[in-house]
C-alpha cells in the first residue's frame, strides 16, 4: 500500500517498526518509531538506525494543539559521511553530534543546553531564542553561546565553501563565548576570542544597507592579535590596542572603516611600536588620517594620506619627526648615539623613479651623536613631468643638484655601460631605455653630512660636478672642478677633470695640485692625459714636486682592453724619490686575462735595482722580488713618522708560492752594518725555506755586530693553522738601549746594553712575546723632574705583551758628572703591543737627586731636592701621576718665586732644558717636549724639610728681593692634573736672612731671628707668615740727643714684626739699641713713642742710614750725601755677598763704607766682612774688619772658631766686641775680648755627659776596651 492512499483521520495513534529505505548510491536508513499519535497531542517518538545497526538518532517530539506548546528533544543526532552518503556532500573525517531541548510557545521558539560537537574537538554550547519564529521575515532572535571552541581542522571543509574568508582560517584553533541578537537584516554581537593570532574582544552594530553589504559599527579591542593574515603592504603584524570601527567589510578586498583608536602595541617589520593614536580612514593599503606616536624609540606626528592601492601611489601628508633614536630602531649603526628631529613634508605620486613626481621637503633637521650635533636646514627635492622634457632638482646646505632632460633614473648605471662597452669592453651593460639629460651637482659643505654617512670621504665646499649624458647622440661629458676631496687619510688638492666619451673615441684630462697621505704630501702637481678607442688607449702620467727634495716623475704607456682581458704597457718612465732618480724597464707591465694576473716591474739607480713580478696559475701563485744594494735609507719618509731612521744596504731575493690553502716563503737577505736611529746595529743575515714534509715554515737569521753575534734567532710558521701557528726565538746580546729611545718617549734618554732572550709566539696575525733581559749601566732621565740616574750592576728586566717589568734596578743620581746616593727602581710598564702605555713604576731612594729643575719664566717652583723616601710614578704617558714622599738630605735648595703678576691659572710648572753629564758616556736629554698645556701632568710631592733644605721665596728676582731660610717643616707640594700648582705645610725657620729692596735704590739684608713660621694652604701666593726681620746698623745717635757733642757711631738693630700675608703682611717697625745704657733707651723711647714717629725713625734709618732729628722732623741736617753713600755702599755689599755665594759655598764676602756724620767729612769708616769663612772645614772666622781716618786705627768685631775634635763638639773660640755707651767720651772706645774653651753635645742625663766627655781624652783602643 502506498503512503498516499492513507486517510489519517482527526485521531489516530498507532506503533510502526521496520521504516527502512536505502539511498540510491547512497546509505540504507531504518527508522525505529515506537509510537505515533496525531491525537490533541501529537507525539512522535523515533530512532533512526544505520545499516549496521546502530542508532544514528533519537529524538521525540510534542506539540499540543489545545495549548499550542511543544518541544522537541534531540537525544542524540549524528550526522557523518556515511549517514548523508548520496545526499549531501560531507567531509568524510567530520562527524557531528547534536544534544539540545528545543521548546515552543505560541510565536516563541527557544531551546536550552544546545551542545554540538565535532569529531575534532569542535564545541559550542549554549541557548538560542526566535521570536515570531512562524513569521520567518519578521524574526527577532537572540544566541548565548558560553562555549565556542572551534579546532583548526574545520577550516579545511570550510575554506572551500567560504572563499572569500579562507584569509581567516589562519586564525587556527579558536576558543570563545559571544552573545549577540538582532532581525535577518541587523544584530549586535558581543564577542570574546582567543586564537593562535592574538585575542579579540568586540561589541559592534551589524547591518545591510540598501546594496545589501554588511555595515558595521562598535569597538573592537586587539589582544597581540596577528593581523598579518590581511596580507597588508605596510608590515604590520601583531597589534593590542582598542579601537572605535565604522566601515564595512572584512576581508582585504572590501575592507572600508573609519579608525579611531590607541595602539599599545604594534609590530611593523619586526620592530614593536608603543603607544600610537590613530584616527583616520582605513582602506585595504590606504591609510588616511592622523597618527601620534609617543614610543620610547621614537615620537612624531603624522597627518596625511598614504595610498598604495592605485596603478601610480600616492604620499601626501606631513610628518613631523620630535625624536627618533635612530640606534635602537636600527636606521643607524655608525655610532652608539644618534637621535634625529626634523619635519618632513611630501607630496609624490608615482610608482617608481621613472613616473615620479611631486614634491619632498625635509626641515630643521637635528641629529645629535655622542661625539657632535649636526644641523640640516632645508633639504627640498622637486620632480617634474613636463611635456618636453623631466626635471629633477635637490637643494639643501651641503649640496645642490639639477638634471634636466629625458631621464630614466633608475636605468641611468645601465645605459652609461650600455654606451661606454664599446671603448671598455670589460663593463657590461645592456639598456633599450634612452638618456637625454644635463646635469650639474654642487658640493656646498658636506663634512657634517660625510662625518654622519662616510665618515672617511669629504668633498671640500665649491666641488663642482656637471656635464651631460645623451646615450643616442652627443655621448658622455663629464667635467669635476674642485679644491679637493679627502678619503681616511689620503687627500688630492684642487682637482680639475675633464672627461669626453663619443661613439669612436674618449679622452680623459685629469690634474691636481697635491697628493697627501697623512699630513704628508707624496705627489704635486700631478696630470694624466689619456686618450683612447674601441679598447686601445696612451697615456701619460707627470708630476713635479715644490720641495727642495726632488720627488717628480713622468711615465709613459698603453693600455689595451677587450672583454677578458687588460693589458698595461709600460713603455718609458722615471721619477726621483727623495732626490734619488729611479728608471722604469721596458719589460714592466700589468696583464689581468680571465681573472689570472701576470705582473712585471722593473725600477733602478745608478747603484740600485729593484724587480718585483707576480704571475696567477690555475693552481699557484708566484711572487718574485729581487733586491740589490736596496738603500735602507728610501724608508726614511716613512720611519720618520715614528722618530726612527734606519741606514745601510739590502740585497737577496725573496720568492713567494700561494695556493688557495698555504703560501710558502724562500729567501736569502743580506745587509750591510745598519745603522738604526744613528746607532750601529750590526750587519744582517735573513733566511727562510718551507719543509714540505712537516708543512712548515722555517725562518732564521743573525745580527753580525763587531765580529760577534748580536742578535741570532730561529723559528717556525705554520700557515695551515689558524692559531699557534708561529714561535720565534731570539738570542740577544749586548744590544744597545739607544736603539729604542723613540719607542719609550717617557724613558728617553734611555742608554745601556742588555742581555737575554725573547720567544716570539702564537698567532701570526697577533702575536705574543714573552722575554728575559739582563742590563748594565743604563742610563735614563726621569721626566719632568730634570734628574738623571745610573744603575749599578746588573739589572732584570722582564717583557711581554702586557708588561715590562724592572727588577729592583739598583742606581745613583748623577749630576754635573759625578754619582751620589743609592736607589732601587722596581714595577712595571704595562701596555698592549707596545701601546696604551700605563706606569706602575717605585723607587726607593736614598740620597737621591729627587728635583733639579731651573729657572725660567712662569715657574711656580724650582730648585735642587737631594732626599730620602721613595717616588711613585703611575698613570698613561699623558696622564701621569708622580708621588713623591721624602726627607730632605744636604745640598737641598727650593726656590718659590712670588714675583710674577699673572694669575695661578696661566701658570705651568716646569720648564726643562738639557743637561749634559762631563763623562765618555752619551748625553741624557730631558723630555721637555712632553710638559706641555696638554699633558695632564699631576705631581704631588712631601717633603720632610730639615737643616740641611734651604728654602728660597722670591719677591723681586731681578732685584735679589727674597727671603733665604734654613729650618724644618713638612711641605707637600705639587701640581695637578688642570694645572693647577698648590703647596701646603709649615715651615719653621732656624736661621735665614731677608734680602729687602726698594725698587732700585733700596738694598738691605734683614737677618730672620730664629722661630718664625710660613704657612701654606693650598694657594703658594697666600702664603702665611709670622716672623721677625732684624737689621743691624751702626750710625750717630747725636741727632737723638740734640747734643752735637755726642758724636759717636753704636749698632742699631731695627726689627720689622711681620705677620699674615706673605705679600702684603702687617708690619710692626722696632728699634733697638742693644748695648746702650738706660738713658740712650729713655731718650730712644721718647723718639718713637707714636706709630708716626716709629715709622719715621725706622725709614730714616733704613734709608739714610741715621737717626732723624729729635727736634722738627720735617727741618733735619742730616747729611743725606753722606746717607745716600752709605746706602749705595750698603747695596753694594749685599750684591757682593750674593756673587760670592754663587761661586762659593765656603764663605760670605761683603764690604761696608760708612762716611762720618760728624762735623769733617774726612771721617770715614771701611769695613770688609767675612762671614763663615772655614779652612779645611776646621776654622772658622767671622768678622768684619775696618779703618778709621781720624785715627789710622785699624778697628772691628771678629769671632774665631776651631774645632778641637772631628765632630766639631769640642772648640776653642777668641773674639772681640764693641761695647757702647753714652758714658763714655766721643772718641774713646771700649771693646770686649776674650779667649775660651765650649763643648756641646746632647745628653740624656749628667751621667751620660760625663761619660761622653771622657771619651774625647782616651785613646781609641781603650774606648774598645770599655765598651766590651
Wanted: aromatic share 12%; proline share 2%.
Amino acid at each position: 500500500m502506498s503512503l498516499k492512499e492513507c486517510l489519517l483521520s482527526t485521531d489516530i495513534d498507532f506503533v510502526m517498526s521496520n521504516l527502512d529505505f536505502e539511498v540510491v548510491d547512497g546509505a540504507y536508513h531504518q527508522f525505529d518509531i515506537a509510537r505515533v499519535s496525531f491525537l490533541q497531542i501529537i507525539m512522535l517518538l523515533m530512532n533512526l538506525i544505520g545499516k549496521v545497526g546502530t542508532p544514528h538518532s533519537q529524538f521525540d517530539l510534542m506539540q499540543n494543539k489545545l495549548s499550542n506548546q511543544g518541544h522537541l528533544r534531540i537525544n542524540k543526532f549524528i550526522v557523518d559521511h556515511h549517514a548523508l552518503q548520496g545526499l549531501f556532500e560531507w567531509p568524510e573525517d567530520l562527524k557531528l553530534n547534536t544534544n539540545a531541548l528545543i521548546k515552543t510557545t505560541k510565536d516563541t521558539l527557544w531551546a536550552e543546553n544546545v551542545m554540538i560537537s565535532t569529531s575534532n574537538e569542535s564545541l559550542f554550547n549554549g541557548t538560542f531564542e526566535i521570536k515570531n519564529w512562524t513569521d520567518i521575515k519578521n524574526w527577532k532572535y537572540s544566541v548565548v553561546a558560553n562555549t565556542l571552541n572551534f579546532a583548526s581542522k574545520e577550516w579545511k571543509w570550510i575554506t572551500p565553501l567560504y572563499p572569500n574568508i579562507s584569509q581567516i582560517s589562519a586564525l587556527g584553533d579558536i576558543n570563545s563565548n559571544f552573545s549577540f541578537e538582532g532581525t535577518l537584516s541587523d544584530l549586535n554581537l558581543n564577542l570574546s576570542l582567543e586564537s593562535n593570532k592574538g585575542g579579540l574582544e568586540s561589541d559592534i552594530y551589524l547591518y545591510n544597507d540598501s546594496l545589501d553589504n554588511l555595515n558595521y559599527k562598535g569597538s573592537l579591542d586587539l589582544n597581540h592579535f596577528n593581523i598579518d593574515l590581511f596580507k597588508n603592504k605596510f608590515g604590520i603584524k601583531e597589534v593590542d590596542g582598542a579601537f572605535k570601527i565604522d566601515g564595512k567589510g572584512i576581508d582585504i578586498l572590501t575592507l572600508d572603516t573609519d579608525i579611531v583608536g590607541n595602539l599599545n602595541y604594534v609590530d611593523i617589520g619586526g620592530r614593536v611600536y608603543d603607544n600610537i593614536n590613530l584616527n583616520g580612514r582605513l582602506q585595504p593599503n590606504y591609510f588616511k588620517g592622523e597618527v601620534i606616536v609617543a614610543d620610547d624609540d621614537i615620537e612624531f606626528d603624522f597627518s596625511g594620506e598614504i595610498d598604495f592601492s592605485k596603478d601610480k601611489p600616492v604620499m601626501d601628508f606631513v610628518a613631523n619627526v620630535i625624536e627618533a633614536d635612530l640606534v635602537k630602531l636600527k636606521l643607524f649603526g655608525k655610532d652608539s648615539v644618534a637621535k634625529l628631529s626634523s619635519l618632513i613634508e611630501i607630496n609624490l605620486k608615482g610608482k617608481q623613479w621613472s613616473d615620479i613626481e611631486g614634491e619632498l621637503g625635509v626641515y630643521h633637521t637635528s641629529l645629535e651623536t655622542s661625539n657632535n650635533h649636526h644641523y640640516f636646514n632645508d633639504i627640498l627635492f622637486t620632480s617634474e613631468k613636463l611635456k618636453e622634457k623631466d626635471i629633477i632638482s635637490l637643494k639643501s646646505d651641503f649640496v645642490t643638484a639639477n638634471l634636466e632632460g629625458q631621464i630614466d633614473f633608475p636605468n641611468i648605471y645601465n645605459s652609461l655601460s650600455e654606451y661606454l662597452n664599446p671603448h671598455f669592453p670589460m663593463l657590461d651593460g645592456s639598456s633599450d631605455h634612452i638618456q637625454d639629460f644635463e646635469f650639474e651637482i654642487d658640493f656646498i659643505n658636506t663634512s657634517d653630512l660625510t662625518k654622519l654617512m662616510i665618515p672617511n670621504f669629504n668633498f671640500e665646499e665649491g666641488s663642482r660636478f656637471y656635464g651631460s649624458f645623451r646615450n643616442r647622440r652627443g655621448g658622455l661629458n663629464l667635467a669635476i672642478e674642485s679644491p679637493g676631496f679627502s678619503l681616511g687619510k689620503y687627500s688630492f688638492n684642487n682637482i680639475n677633470l675633464n672627461t669626453l666619451v663619443r661613439e669612436k673615441d674618449w679622452a680623459v684630462n685629469l690634474s691636481g695640485d697635491k697628493l697627501i697621505y697623512d699630513d704628508n704630501v707624496i705627489i704635486e702637481n700631478m696630470s694624466l692625459n689619456q686618450l683612447g678607442s674601441y679598447g686601445e688607449s696612451s697615456y701619460v702620467i707627470n708630476w713635479e714636486n715644490s720641495d727642495s727634495i726632488k720627488f717628480d716623475g713622468d711615465l709613459k704607456g698603453s693600455v689595451n682592453m677587450n672583454q677578458s682581458s687588460l693589458k698595461v704597457l709600460l713603455d718609458e718612465g722615471q721619477f726621483y724619490f727623495a732626490d734619488t732618480l729611479w728608471s722604469f724597464k721596458d719589460s714592466s707591465f700589468f696583464d689581468y686575462f680571465k681573472g689570472k694576473i701576470n705582473t712585471q716591474l722593473s725600477i733602478g739607480t745608478i747603484s740600485q735595482d729593484v724587480n718585483f713580478s707576480f704571475v696567477s696559475h690555475d693552481i699557484i701563485d708566484t711572487i718574485n722580488l729581487s733586491l740589490n744594494h736596496f738603500e735602507m735609507s728610501n724608508f726614511s719618509p716613512w720611519l720618520s713618522k715614528i722618530n726612527s731612521s734606519l741606514k745601510g744596504t739590502l740585497n737577496g731575493d725573496i720568492l713567494v708560492l700561494s695556493d688557495s690553502l698555504n703560501n710558502k716563503f724562500y729567501s736569502d737577505i743580506i745587509t750591510s752594518s745598519l745603522k738604526l736611529n744613528d746607532s750601529d746595529f750590526g750587519a744582517l743575515n735573513i733566511s727562510s725555506e718551507y719543509d714540505n714534509i712537516k708543512d712548515i715554515q722555517l725562518i732564521q737569521g743573525q745580527s753580525i755586530k763587531d765580529n760577534k753575534k748580536a742578535i741570532e734567532f730561529r723559528g717556525i710558521y705554520n700557515s695551515l693553522v689558524d692559531s699557534n701557528n708561529m714561535n720565534v726565538l731570539f738570542n740577544i746580546n749586548d744590544f744597545n738601549l739607544n736603539h729604542i729611545n723613540t719607542y719609550l718617549p717617557f724613558l728617553d734618554p734611555l742608554n745601556g746594553f742588555v742581555n737575554g732572550n725573547l720567544n716570539i709566539y702564537g698567532n701570526m696575525n697577533k702575536p705574543k712575546f714573552e722575554g728575559e733581559f739582563i742590563a748594565e749601566e743604563v742610563y735614563l732621565t726621569v721626566p719632568y723632574l730634570n734628574v738623571d740616574f745610573k744603575t749599578i750592576g746588573e739589572s732584570k728586566i722582564h717583557l711581554n705583551n702586557d708588561i715590562i717589568e724592572f727588577n729592583n734596578f739598583a742606581f745613583q743620581s748623577i749630576n754635573e758628572g759625578s754619582s751620589f746616593g743609592n736607589g732601587a727602581l722596581s714595577g712595571k710598564l704595562k701596555h698592549h703591543y707596545f701601546s696604551d702605555f700605563n706606569l706602575d713604576l717605585n723607587l726607593e731612594i736614598d740620597s737621591i737627586l729627587c728635583l733639579n729643575t731651573d729657572v725660567y719664566n712662569e715657574n711656580t717652583y724650582f730648585g735642587k731636592v737631594i732626599s730620602s723616601g721613595n717616588v711613585e710614578f703611575n698613570g698613561q704617558p699623558d696622564l701621569i701621576s708622580i708621588n713623591f714622599n721624602g726627607i730632605s738630605n744636604k745640598g737641598t735648595s727650593i726656590y718659590i718665586p712670588l714675583d710674577d703678576n699673572e694669575t695661578i691659572d696661566e701658570f705651568s710648572f716646569v720648564h726643562f732644558f738639557e743637561r749634559e753629564i762631563n763623562n765618555n758616556t752619551d748625553s741624557l736629554m730631558i723630555l721637555s717636549e712632553m710638559v706641555n698645556s696638554e699633558s695632564n701632568l699631576a705631581i704631588d710631592m712631601n717633603f720632610e724639610l730639615n737643616e740641611n733644605a734651604e728654602v728660597n721665596i722670591i719677591f723681586d728676582e731681578t732685584l735679589g728681593d727674597k727671603i733665604s731660610a734654613k729650618g724644618s717643616g713638612y711641605i707637600n707640594l705639587g701640581l695637578n692634573s688642570s694645572d693647577d700648582v698648590y703647596i701646603y705645610g709649615d715651615y719653621i725657620v732656624d736661621e735665614g736672612d731677608y734680602l729687602f729692596t726698594l725698587q732700585n735704590f733700596l738694598n738691605k739684608k734683614f737677618e730672620i731671628e730664629k722661630g718664625a713660621i710660613i704657612s701654606w694652604d693650598g694657594n703658594p701666593y697666600k702664603a702665611k707668615m709670622d716672623l721677625n726681620a732684624l737689621y743691624r746698623l751702626t750710625t750717630n745717635v747725636s741727632h737723638l740727643t740734640l747734643n752735637p757733642e755726642v758724636n759717636r757711631n753704636s749698632e742699631v738693630e731695627c726689627r720689622m714684626l711681620m705677620t699674615g700675608d706673605l705679600l702684603k703682611p702687617d708690619i710692626v717697625f722696632d728699634i733697638q739699641i742693644p748695648n746702650a745704657d738706660d738713658q740712650t733707651n729713655r731718650i730712644l723711647a721718647e723718639q718713637t713713642n707714636t706709630e708716626e714717629k716709629n715709622t719715621q725713625q725706622f725709614l730714616s734709618l733704613l734709608v739714610l742710614n741715621s737717626f732723624m732729628s729729635s727736634g722738627d722732623y720735617e727741618i733735619t741736617d742730616v747729611d743725606y750725601l753722606s746717607s745716600t753713600v752709605s746706602s749705595g755702599a750698603e747695596m753694594l755689599n749685599n750684591q757682593l755677598y750674593n756673587w760670592t755665594s754663587q761661586f762659593s759655598n765656603r764663605f760670605d764676602l761683603g764690604f761696608k763704607y760708612n762716611p762720618s756724620l760728624g762735623d769733617s767729612l774726612s771721617n770715614r769708616e771701611f769695613e770688609i766682612l767675612l762671614n763663615n769663612m772655614k779652612l779645611n772645614d776646621r776654622i772658622t772666622f767671622n768678622g768684619n774688619i775696618g779703618t778709621q781716618q781720624r785715627t789710622s786705627s785699624i778697628v772691628g768685631d771678629f769671632k774665631f772658631e776651631y774645632k778641637l775634635s772631628d765632630d766639631g763638639k769640642f772648640r776653642l773660640v777668641t773674639f772681640r766686641k764693641l761695647e757702647e755707651s753714652f758714658q763714655l767720651a766721643p772718641d774713646v772706645t771700649n771693646y770686649t775680648g776674650g779667649v775660651g774653651f765650649f763643648y756641646t753635645d746632647e745628653f740624656k742625663n749628667f751621667k751620660d755627659l760625663w761619660t761622653r766627655f771622657k771619651y774625647m781624652f782616651q785613646k781609641k783602643s781603650q774606648i774598645v776596651s770599655n765598651i766590651k
